[in-house]
């Protein structure tokens, strides 16, 4: 049971504003948490013995680093460094769609000077990619 109440902490989201140069918080964080199994069993032992029968589990609770008080400038984020646009005309509608999925999973990344970006963590799971053909 308690891998399926465990949570991953995921980092806040933020586009940059060209008009205030500030970010904008566009998704908020969440705080990521797992079982404690060693503090729950001891705290169902204890209010068992005390008659009790509705006990919480215990869990440790981990933040993202990045919450929705994160300022870039703090982080050294003080203007939109390249913006780019792709075009993908004559594609599938299987690339298509893998490539406006993915492209919402990023939106909104926030990858702070010196950090690395990796783009399986950002995609995640990626089962749910249409198997592309090849050319």
């Known amino acids: 049971m308690a891998p399926s109440l465990s949570q991953q902490p995921v980092n806040a989201r933020f586009t940059f504003n060209d008009d205030t140069h500030k970010l904008d918080l566009i998704q908020h964080a969440v705080i990521g948490r797992e079982v404690n199994i060693d503090a729950s069993i001891q ?11 509705n006990i919480p589990l215990e869990f440790t609770t981990h933040p993202p680093a990045r919450r929705r008080q994160c ?4 982080l050294g984020i003080t203007e939109l460094c390249t913006p780019t646009t792709s075009y ?3 594609s599938s509608a299987a690339r298509v769609q893998n490539i406006t999925t993915a492209a919402a999973r990023f939106h ?6 010196g950090e690395t970006f990796s783009m399986a963590n950002a995609l995640g799971d ?10």
């Open 43 to 53: 705290s169902i032992n204890q209010k068992l013995s005390q008659g009790e029968h």
């Open 108 to 113: 909104g990344l926030l990858i702070a000077p």
């Open 126 to 135: 990626i089962s749910w990619i249409m198997a592309m053909p090849r050319r």
């Open 88 to 90: 993908f005309r004559g």
């Open 71 to 74: 300022d870039g400038e703090q």
